[in-house]
């Protein structure tokens, strides 16, 4: 197996390539000049005949390296399949077979078949019937069709597999090399693969004969041409942090990774209920209806999708400037293959990441395994958006001026100056109110921070445990060394009653709010600090006093909570139960502190946390930064 690393590709041209004719006049059309190092190094060898064993990463043109070299060669008049390429999902499968009729429109007659799981049956036979010169497919499908008997491979001379290793972690492997056993010996076979584990070099070994090794060095995971940045959760829910990115950055298409199926659903309502041409992308999504997303994003019709990880994979879409993590990925070869969707082909892309206190760990991990820093950002600001959104509004008025129908509305208006007697400035005023909506056109002002933001990169003191951690492990802040010990409890005479704790009511620019979890269900205080600090975008030092009751809890939190925002909070699950958020009634408010179970030993004033008037932007407790500990419920 001889092997060499490639060379950069810069004096090579595809004019030096030998390609066909046909071939040549598509990638002029492209616009393609001089090929990737992937695709200098392996299209000669397998113009010449050779197997190739090919090792890049994604994004650097590994489709092309194979498929040009195979349309030239390819017979026009033979019907049968004379190229198989196995791809490990269906929208890899359907991005190459895009590939090949792209770079075969210059060949009348090319009939190119991707088929694929999810799809019915009917479309694929009659394909097959009808004669196709590659077929693209996955595994799982490819091995359905040969025993079914519709799809013949006796006639077969090039065989790619794509994506070999992502083949072998989702478990395909078994069935490419029983595929592999039933083409011809006298196949040539491109075998293409981001790394070598064991189990693919000996497929390598076993199927492909005496190949051309074609590395090509990676000296980082993530291309140079994609600019990566994060944003570090504080303070704004990360909903309006997303809208705020979308209204002020420039972009083309975004795509919007999101952890759950259930989320990228939510989310896409929510952004469509916000006025942005947005669709889901998961694994629950049909796939006529997936593939019919995709086209739209590639039409101009679709300018964001929200996806999960397998819902994304393949997806290669010009127009995709932006790659945004709203959830951080569980692993860093999950981040390189999210932001590979943007900045493919040599293009500039950019990479934002959403980065809770929690997650922080992991942003240095992605950082260490990619060996590139990711530089902090800031979000737009509300005077940024604003003027966006000004600036946009005023758009609308403009372009409604060229409507050929305002003559009309333009007499409705001079009439109602005459008989209301009112400026014409004051109608247009009230128009332009009715065409916003209720929605405001402008954000309010950000609410003044309470005290000095945590650094994120501050070095961290390995002696003194996390305040997050200390939190799991008990239902009380730990105090400061120099603060003074708790005061011993006041003995009472016989007979007589201890003094009812007088009820607190809201801070100064706090409001309480009713939460359907107390002590019944085991809710403790971390619980609903962390819960909230975490989905609101709020550091804990914002959230006030704290009273776990019965069957319900009593909470404080800042004056003006977005009616969105509650209405998600209502879905958050702590202890068991949804929290079902609402702003306490007054007979919550004046309940009897009587009604609360007993006081904890370990919590000194019962289940409920004061924000101190000594320890200032806080509770009790150290102040400043926020909650660091996960959650438990």
């Known amino acids: 197996m001889s092997s060499e690393s490639a060379a950069p590709a810069a004096d090579v041209r595809f004019a030096d390539l030998c390609l066909s004719d046909p071939v040549?006049?598509?990638?002029?059309?492209?616009?393609?000049?001089?090929?990737?190092?992937?695709?200098?190094?392996?299209?000669?060898?397998?113009?010449?005949?050779r197997d190739v064993l090919g090792q890049a990463q994604t994004g650097t043109g590994k489709t092309a390296a194979f498929a040009l070299p195979i349309l030239s060669q390819l017979d026009l008049n033979q019907k049968s399949p004379q190229t198989l390429v196995l791809a490990p999902t269906r929208e890899?499968?359907?991005?190459?077979?895009?590939?090949?009729?792209?770079?075969?429109?210059?060949?009348?007659?090319?009939?190119?078949?991707?088929?694929?799981?999810?799809?019915?049956?009917?479309?694929?036979?009659?394909?097959?019937?009808?004669?196709?010169?590659?077929?693209?497919?996955?595994?799982?499908?490819?091995?359905?069709?040969?025993?079914?008997?519709?799809?013949?491979?006796?006639?077969?001379?090039?065989?790619?597999?794509?994506?070999?290793?992502?083949?072998?972690?989702?478990?395909?492997?078994?069935?490419?090399?029983?595929?592999?056993?039933?083409?011809?010996?006298?196949?040539?076979?491109?075998?293409?693969s981001a790394t070598m584990p064991p189990r693919i070099r000996k497929i390598a070994q076993t199927h492909l004969r005496n190949p051309k090794e074609v590395t090509i060095a990676a000296k980082t995971t993530t291309a140079k041409n994609i600019r990566q940045r994060y944003w570090f959760v504080s303070g704004i829910h990360k909903l309006d942090a997303l809208t705020r990115i979308l209204e002020a950055e420039s972009f083309d298409a975004m795509l919007v990774f999101a952890r759950t199926k259930q989320a990228t659903e939510e989310l896409a309502e929510k952004l469509a209920a916000r006025g942005f041409s947005v669709a889901a992308l998961n694994g629950d999504v049909a796939q006529n209806v997936r593939e019919r997303t995709v086209q739209r994003i590639k039409d101009g019709d679709l300018d964001i999708v929200v996806a999960t990880d397998v819902a994304a994979r393949g997806l290669d879409v010009e127009r995709i400037s932006h790659v945004l993590n709203y959830d951080i990925p569980y692993d860093t070869e999950s981040y390189v293959h999210r932001i590979g969707r943007t900045g493919r082909a040599g293009r500039s892309g950019e990479a934002i990441l959403f980065?809770?206190?929690?997650?922080?760990?992991?942003?240095?991990?992605?950082?260490?395994?990619?060996?590139q820093p990711i530089e902090p950002m800031e979000l737009p600001s509300v005077e940024t958006v604003n003027e966006q959104r000004v600036s946009k509004f005023k758009q609308q008025i403009v372009g409604a001026l060229a409507d050929p129908q305002l003559d009309l509305y333009?007499?409705?208006?001079?009439?109602?100056?005459?008989?209301?007697?009112?400026?014409?400035?004051?109608?247009?005023?009230?128009?332009?109110?009715?065409?916003?909506?209720?929605?405001?056109?402008?954000?309010?002002?950000?609410?003044?921070?309470?005290?000095?933001?945590?650094?994120?990169?501050?070095?961290?003191?390995?002696?003194?445990?996390?305040?997050?951690?200390?939190?799991?492990?008990?239902?009380?802040?730990?105090?400061?060394?120099?603060?003074?010990?708790?005061?011993?409890?006041?003995?009472?005479?016989?007979?007589?009653?201890?003094?009812?704790?007088?009820?607190?009511?809201?801070?100064?620019?706090?409001?309480?709010?009713r939460v359907e979890v107390g002590h019944v269900h085991g809710a403790k205080p971390g619980n609903l600090v962390g819960a909230i600090a975490n989905e609101a975008g709020l550091e804990s030092r914002h959230i006030g006093r704290i009273d776990i009751r019965g069957d319900h809890s009593l909470i404080d939190l800042p004056v003006g909570m977005p009616d969105e925002l509650m209405q998600h909070l209502k879905q958050v699950w702590v202890a068991g139960q949804r929290l079902k958020i609402a702003r306490a009634s007054a007979a919550d408010k004046a309940a009897s502190s009587n009604e609360r179970p007993a006081p904890r030993p370990r919590a000194p004033g019962g289940a409920r946390f004061e924000r101190g008037d000594s320890k200032p932007g806080g509770f009790k407790g150290k102040p400043g930064g926020g909650f660091k500990g996960r959650p438990r419920g």
């Open 24 to 49: 040549m006049q598509a990638i002029r059309e492209v616009g393609y000049e001089t090929p990737s190092p992937i695709q200098a190094a392996t299209i000669p060898p397998l113009l010449d005949g």
């Open 92 to 192: 890899l499968a359907i991005q190459v077979a895009e590939a090949f009729q792209r770079y075969a429109s210059g060949m009348p007659g090319f009939h190119v078949l991707p088929i694929y799981g999810g799809q019915s049956y009917q479309p694929q036979l009659a394909g097959l019937k009808r004669g196709a010169h590659v077929v693209v497919g996955t595994p799982g499908r490819i091995i359905d069709h040969l025993e079914r008997g519709s799809l013949d491979l006796s006639k077969l001379r090039w065989v790619v597999l794509d994506e070999a290793d992502e083949m072998l972690r989702m478990g395909f492997i078994d069935d490419v090399e029983s595929i592999l056993q039933k083409t011809p010996t006298e196949r040539q076979v491109a075998l293409f």
């Open 355 to 371: 980065v809770a206190p929690r997650e922080r760990n992991m942003l240095r991990t992605i950082e260490r395994a990619t060996r």
């Open 410 to 513: 333009r007499q409705i208006i001079e009439q109602m100056e005459r008989d209301q007697n009112t400026p014409a400035i004051e109608i247009a005023a009230a128009l332009a109110r009715l065409l916003q909506g209720d929605t405001p056109l402008l954000l309010p002002p950000d609410p003044p921070s309470r005290g000095k933001a945590e650094r994120f990169d501050r070095p961290e003191r390995p002696e003194r445990p996390q305040r997050g951690e200390r939190f799991e492990r008990s239902d009380r802040f730990e105090r400061d060394s120099n603060e003074r010990p708790p005061r011993a409890p006041r003995e009472f005479a016989e007979g007589e009653r201890a003094p009812r704790r007088p009820a607190a009511g809201s801070e100064a620019g706090m409001e309480t709010f």
